[in-house]
């Protein structure tokens, strides 16, 4: 007597030994569904946070270090403590000239609000100074015209990128491009109109911003080429903390600061900050898995402890079918395919299910407009289905090796005395 999954005799065994026992075949696969649900459901929601995170960095680039100056609080080289350091321009050809491993700087300079004029409107707009690489640290997008270029820069040419509520204040419904608005009574072009590429409440400022070529800030309004803070970008084979130290010391070489003084060059490490979110939902992915394939696990025991009983249950049956002429591989196959049956059935519904609402829950979100913070688009990576889907055929697999081997040890003599 063989055993064949294809056989139609199978499956009707299969199906009359779970209306048989409904209940009991019920709670089994409950078991597994609930693991494999709570597998999906667990890692799509912590996909959603780790997007809506990675969103809340508005696109912008991560291998970067903001440097800023402050205070001094030692002595050192005849200079007294209290002494505030201004960075100069010339502070970031040294470092373009001794760190190779920068990719970008790009200085910001800042001469606070000013009264900016078109024609007969007014309006008070904050002036930033920059050169050209801002937009590919900031993640800013131009939406008509360009950006500062080099020859901008290198002319000290008067013109001015517009942030995009500056436009429509001044403008309104005219094309600002080419027009020419003032700021403290001298004349700049406007080449371009830009915003952040995400808007977030951090950036919004951007917004409502006016920026020049910071070569003109300094001839314009005499910054003396003073420099608020930049942003430092490393190429990307290095990282940020191979640089971060060196270029502190650089600027305090050049700026006569004590090399142990804490204070007096600021600076934030954003890669540093990045990668420790990343460790951060790795961490939480990995719980996720823990507990989803802890939960799938408990429910593998139930379904091999169900099964343990099923061949208790059907001693005697199966002594008959091994007087009869069935091998123990015969026996084997067919306890194994009623467990994998079970066992894939269950855990395919979970996983169903679990994409159902993660899809579901994002396309709410997307449909309703809906912005919560922290969290966004909410969805299962199509890997995770593939590792599942072989994770339930495994432990099929194992959830029937324990009773299928008892199956096939059974003595036909001593199963047709069992009563």
């Given amino acids: 007597m063989g055993w064949s999954v294809l056989d139609r005799d199978t499956w009707q065994e299969i ?8 209940l009991r075949t019920f709670l089994t696969a409950l078991g597994v569904f609930w693991g494999i649900f709570m597998l999906v459901f667990l890692l799509g929601m912590g996909k959603g946070l780790e997007n809506g995170v990675m969103r809340d960095l508005g696109g912008r680039a991560t291998n970067v270090m903001y440097v800023w100056s402050q205070t001094t609080t030692k002595p050192y080289d005849g200079y007294a403590p209290g002494r505030r350091i201004r960075l100069k321009q010339a502070d970031l050809d040294a470092l373009r000239e001794e760190l190779p491993q920068i990719d970008n700087l790009a200085p910001r300079a800042h001469i606070g609000p000013q009264p900016i004029t078109y024609k007969d409107i007014q309006e008070s707009f904050e002036v930033k100074g920059e050169e050209t690489d801002m937009p590919k640290v900031d993640a800013l997008v131009v939406h008509e015209g360009r950006y500062i270029n080099e020859a901008d820069l290198k002319d000290g040419r008067k013109v001015a990128v517009i942030g995009y509520q500056v436009d429509k204040v ?15 009574g001298v004349d700049f072009k406007v080449i371009g109109i830009f915003g952040p590429e995400t808007l977030k409440p951090w950036n919004q400022s951007d917004t409502e911003t006016v920026v020049i070529p910071i070569t003109t800030m300094t001839q314009a309004f005499g910054t003396q080429g003073d420099v608020d803070y930049f942003a430092c970008m490393v190429k990307p084979e290095f990282k940020v903390a191979e640089i971060e130290d060196k270029v502190e010391d650089i600027l305090k070489a050049r700026h006569h600061v004590h090399p142990d003084d804490p204070e007096a060059i600021g600076s934030f490490n954003l890669q540093k900050n990045f990668e420790q979110m990343q460790g951060l939902f790795l961490g939480i992915s990995l719980f996720m898995w823990f507990v989803g394939i802890g939960t799938l696990f408990a429910g593998i025991v139930g379904v091999s402890n169900i099964m343990l009983i099923i061949v208790k249950e059907r001693t005697k049956e199966i002594g008959i079918r091994k007087a009869l002429g069935a091998t123990p ?4 196959s067919m306890i194994l395919t009623e467990s994998v049956f079970i066992t894939a059935l269950s855990g395919y519904l979970g996983l169903a ?23 966004y688009n ?3 990576n199509i890997w995770v289905g593939v590792f599942a889907m072989s994770v339930l055929v495994i432990a099929g697999f194992i959830a029937g090796f324990v009773p299928a081997r008892q199956a096939a040890k059974v003595n036909p003599v001593v199963a047709l005395k069992d009563e």
């Fill in 170 to 184: 001044l403008f309104g419904e005219e094309s600002s491009i080419g027009k020419h608005l003032r700021i403290r």
């Fill in 15 to 22: 199906f009359a030994t779970i209306r048989k026992n409904k």
């Fill in 329 to 332: 591989q015969s026996i084997v």
């Fill in 378 to 380: 909410p969805e299962i």
């Fill in 353 to 375: 299910i679990g994409s159902l609402i993660i899809g579901g829950l994002s396309y709410l979100m997307y449909a309703n407009d809906m912005d919560v913070q922290n969290f």
